[in-house]
């Protein structure tokens, strides 16, 4: 199973929302910045380094909001673990996504997220979490 590590980064009652590119796997997908956790790392490291590579920001983070395993069509296993980011240092620069916008949690069942996301979207459009 593969473990993913994500971040709700909260600004002004808004949420980072991050849209892949073309060339990545599930592509023009919307997703919450994160990735894999490698061996030995633990789960916050990984995100601090995530962030750091995607959006060059030094992140605070916060408290696992959710943790959600989720099998592909394609047998595909996952387990993502989110967690809130609230405090960060730098200016957050769009690295390596097709683009990035701030959504209020409300709007976000509009854009088109991974599937393994689906659940967590409609808990923060429903007001939990934040």
Do not use: S
Request: charged content about 30%; hydrophobic content about 40%.
């Amino acid at each position: 199973m593969k473990r993913v590590v994500a971040a709700l980064i909260e600004k002004g009652g808004k949420l980072l929302v991050c849209q892949r590119t073309r060339h990545q796997t599930m592509p023009l997908k919307w997703e919450f910045p994160g990735g894999k956790i490698e061996e030995g790392e633990q789960p916050r490291d990984a995100l601090r380094r995530e962030l750091e590579e995607e959006l060059g920001i030094i992140a605070t983070i916060g408290n696992e909001v959710a943790r959600i395993q989720h099998e592909y069509p394609n047998g595909g296993m996952v387990e993502l673990r989110f967690y809130i980011v609230r405090e960060y240092q730098g200016d957050i620069e769009n690295r390596i996504f097709r683009e990035i916008q701030w959504a209020v949690p409300g709007d976000l069942p509009k854009y088109d997220f991974l599937e393994a996301d689906f659940t967590l979207v409609r808990d923060l459009a429903a007001g939990k979490f934040l």
